[in-house]
C-alpha cells in the first residue's frame, strides 16, 4: 500500500510570507503528527492531529498550525515566515494515538526561507 | 522531561564490520523505535521494539525496558549502511509524539 506523501518535497519563500505543506498518511491511518528537523535542534515534534482534532501540541509560536480533513489528510501552515524556520518538516502516520504498531514518515518537506 | 541520549555520536566502519549503537532513556516508554534517516531525509523504521528482540537481515535490536536502554545491532555493514540513526521514545507523559535522540552518523567506508 502507498506509504506517506508529502508535497511539495522542496520549497522557496521569502521572509514574510506564508506556506501551506501537505501530508496524506497511509490508508486507514488516523493520527497524523509533523516534525521539525534543524541542523541545530535536531528534530522537533509540532502537533498531531487524530480525527480532525489537535490532540499535542509542541512548543512552537502561534505562527504554526495545522488541520486534518475527515480522510485524515493533514496540512500545516506557516505564517509570517523566519529565516529561522527553514527546516526539513517531516509528516508521520500511525493507526491512532499512542501508535502501538509505530509511526510511519514521509520524505519530508524541504522549505527554505531567504 | 525525557531524555533520549544516543551514542556514539559519529561512528566510521570498514566495510564489513560489526557495530552497535545505544540509546538510553530516563523513563519509561510506551513505545521506541529505531529510524535511519537516509540522504534525502527520509526517515526510514527499522524497528518498532518497546521491549525485547527482532531481527531483520542483517540488523537486529534489543530493548531492555527495565534498565532503559536500547541497541541496535548492525553486521557485516555496507556503504549503503551509511547515514543517521535515530532512536525515539513516546513518553507516557508526554501524550502520543516522539521524543528523539540526536542521533548517531554512521560512516562506511569501502
Known amino acids: 500500500k502507498a506509504g506517506v506523501t508529502q508535497t511539495p518535497r522542496y520549497l522557496i519563500k521569502t521572509r514574510g510570507q506564508q506556506v501551506t505543506l501537505s501530508c496524506s498518511p497511509i490508508s486507514g491511518h488516523r493520527s497524523v503528527s509533523w516534525y521539525q528537523q534543524t541542523p541545530g535542534q535536531g528534530l522537533q515534534f509540532l502537533f498531531e492531529y487524530f480525527s480532525e482534532t489537535q490532540r499535542n501540541k509542541g512548543n512552537f509560536p502561534g505562527r504554526f498550525s495545522g488541520r486534518q480533513f475527515s480522510n485524515s489528510r493533514s496540512e500545516m501552515n506557516v505564517s509570517t515566515l523566519e529565516l529561522g524556520d527553514s527546516a526539513l518538516y517531516l509528516c508521520?502516520?500511525?493507526?491512532?494515538?499512542?501508535?502501538?504498531?509505530?509511526?510511519?514518515f514521509g520524505s519530508g518537506t524541504r522549505l527554505t526561507v531567504v | 522531561g525525557i531524555q533520549v541520549e544516543q551514542s556514539p555520536p559519529d561512528l566510521i566502519l570498514q566495510e564489513g564490520a560489526n557495530s552497535t549503537l545505544r540509546c538510553n532513556f530516563s523513563d519509561s516508554v510506551n513505545n521506541l523505535q529505531w529510524f535511519h534517516q537516509n540522504p534525502w531525509g527520509q526517515l526510514i523504521n527499522l524497528f518498532y521494539i518497546p521491549s525485547g528482540t527482532k531481527q531483520n537481515g542483517r540488523l537486529s535490536a534489543t530493548t531492555v525496558a527495565t534498565e532503559r536502554y536500547s541497541l541496535l545491532y548492525i553486521s557485516s555493514s555496507q556503504t549503503t549502511d551509511s547515514g543517521v540513526y535515530f532512536c525515539a521514545v513516546v513518553w507516557a507523559g508526554y501524550g502520543n509524539k516522539l521524543v528523539f535522540g540526536a542521533g548517531t552518523i554512521l560512516r562506511v567506508k569501502s
Open positions: 508521520a502516520s500511525s493507526m491512532g494515538p499512542g501508535a502501538l504498531s509505530g509511526y510511519t
